[in-house]
């Protein structure tokens, strides 16, 4: 991979790595280290990453760069009060689009990651598989899951705790 | 057997002879009771008269049916789990052909499902194009030609600053020193008239007429004032009278267009007789292929893509890169910048550009 491959691949995938990480965990600081994070280990690794396969690369290490952020913060009693503080402010939508990012943001973690990768970058189930490590009939189960919670909730919200 | 045993105990009696009738009716009398109850429809004539009236009584099974099965009958879709396995691979596209056309016919059948499919289409996520990320600027890698026109950029930034900032200190003081050399002119300007003689006039004014500039019709105006002076003083008139190229001096800009008029009249052209040549214009065969050397010198060194906007970015861009990210700056899609931000722990601030602003005037 060479310098302008490199370049090019954060003019074009930057932004949507950032979306797909900031989506996933909500904090605009946390996703910006996260993506600077994924691009500094694509540059380490550039001479081995073949141009074809940067996207999938980059996704692939902001994923696993994510749950293991995930884990750390499930122990600190901080992150916990910060998500409960979060979720006070729900019922305040009342547009469609609105109340789906609520409902998004309820989703576990996994499923939203992965109903992500799904939804914004298209990828299909083998692809999500190869990116997370999870076999084939996870990932069904997770966006099945996924589409299920969020049928019911913009259905009627309210039903749903 | 409980029955029986109970029976056993328990012998027809009025009481409870209607359990045994029934029973007899039926058949279903155990063969054990039967001389009991023989026994008993002898020893009590009104009751076996009751019997035989039950007898012949019978209901006839109707050939009545149900007609609304159809609501009753279950297909595979009206299980939750199968429904929602369905929409959501319909969602997703992974129904196959035969599986697609049995849901299709399932909803088209069930007009109350379509709008909890509709649901499910719209838990499809789009992403918000309007989220960027925005430290990019961290993440470029510079190859070696960049770095050089980066740096050319900022030292071609940082030299136009430094020269606007000259030119205007230079301003300021030229204009000082200017009110100082008009001063000086003027007293200079009587030694010069009275030195040009009137001979050296002619011949001077003929000479550099075409030299002759709007700020000589000012000088001649000027030579005025000192020729009144001089006629203030009674020693100098007759010497002025005399000679009348003085006044000449005074009129030099009419008097010299008079004299050049006749002699330009008096030009011969001999050139008319000649016989004109035939001039050829070659064509080339590919204009395009014509091109100037500046073009050729423009496109190799990439001169025609260094702007003033790119200038001022580089200038921003070493601003950014100093203050360690403090100082950020944001631009539209055609790459003007359009908002300069300021964010550090004590202050922070942003200030939209002069351009923005009347876009933003325009637009309302």
Redesign the interface.
Same mark, same amino acid.
């Given at each position: 991979m060479t !310098? @302008?491959e /490199? @370049?090019s691949s954060?003019?074009l995938y930057? $932004?949507?790595?950032?979306?797909f990480v900031?989506?996933s965990i909500k904090d605009v600081h946390k996703a910006?280290d996260i &993506?600077?994070d994924c691009?500094e280990k694509l540059?380490k690794n550039h001479e081995n990453v073949s141009g074809e396969k940067v996207k999938a690369y980059l996704f692939t290490s902001a994923y696993h760069t994510m749950i293991d952020r995930i884990r750390k913060d499930k122990r600190s009693v901080y992150a916990e009060e910060i998500r409960i503080a979060e979720d006070s402010h729900e019922k305040s939508y009342s547009d +469609?689009r609105e109340i *789906?990012n609520e409902a &998004?943001n309820k989703l576990p973690e996994i499923q939203r990651m992965v *109903? +992500?990768l799904? $939804?914004?970058e298209g990828y299909s189930y083998q692809e999500i598989e190869e990116l997370t490590n999870l076999n084939e009939s996870q990932v069904k189960v997770y !966006? /099945?899951r996924?589409?299920?919670f +969020?049928?019911n909730y !913009?259905?009627k919200p309210e039903a749903v705790i | 057997m409980f029955e029986i045993e109970k029976r056993e105990e328990m012998k027809i009696n009025r009481n409870n002879y209607e359990s045994y009738f029934i029973d007899y009716l039926e058949g279903k009398l155990d063969v054990s009771l039967v001389d009991d109850f023989i026994e008993f429809l002898t020893s009590n004539p009104d009751l076996k008269e009751e019997l035989s009236m039950f007898e012949p009584v019978s209901v006839e099974p109707e050939n009545a049916v149900f007609g609304k099965k159809e609501l009753l009958f279950k297909e595979k879709f009206d299980l939750e789990s199968e429904f929602n396995h369905a929409a959501v691979a319909n969602t997703e596209g992974d129904l196959s052909d035969t599986e697609k056309d049995a849901f299709d016919k399932y909803i088209a059948a069930h007009p109350e499902k379509k709008e909890e499919l509709a649901l499910y289409s719209q838990t499809k996520l789009v992403p918000d194009e309007n989220i960027v990320f925005s430290k990019k600027n961290r993440l470029y890698k510079k190859t070696l030609a960049k770095t050089i026109t980066l740096w050319g950029s900022r030292v071609a930034a940082v030299l136009v600053l430094a020269i606007s900032v000259f030119l205007f200190i230079q301003r300021n003081e030229s204009k000082n020193t200017i009110s100082q050399e008009v001063a000086t002119i003027e007293e200079k300007q009587p030694e010069k008239t009275t030195s040009i003689l009137p001979e050296n006039i002619n011949q001077q004014q003929n000479t550099k007429l075409a030299e002759v500039k709007p700020g000589s019709g000012i000088k001649a105006e000027r030579q005025k004032t000192p020729a009144k002076n001089i006629a203030g003083k009674p020693t100098e008139i007759q010497e002025i009278q005399n000679t009348t190229t003085q006044q000449e001096i005074a009129r030099q800009p009419e008097e010299t267009f008079a004299m050049i008029n006749p002699k330009m009249a008096s030009v011969e052209l001999h050139q008319a007789n000649l016989e004109l040549e035939t001039m050829y214009i070659t064509i080339p065969e590919n204009p395009n292929e014509e091109r100037l050397l500046v073009d050729r010198v423009i496109e190799k060194t990439g001169i025609e893509k260094i702007s003033l906007n790119k200038i001022a970015k580089a200038g921003l861009n070493l601003v950014t890169s100093i203050s360690n990210e403090k100082f950020t700056y944001q631009t539209d899609k055609q790459g003007n910048v359009t908002e300069v931000n300021f964010d550090s722990r004590l202050l922070a601030f942003s200030i939209p550009t002069t351009s923005t602003r009347s876009n933003e005037v325009s637009g309302e």
């Open positions: !310098i @302008n /490199y @370049n954060v003019t930057s $932004d949507r790595v950032f979306r900031l989506k910006e &993506v600077q691009y540059w +469609l *789906l &998004v *109903l +992500l799904r $939804d914004y !966006i /099945y996924a589409r299920v +969020l049928k !913009i259905g | -």
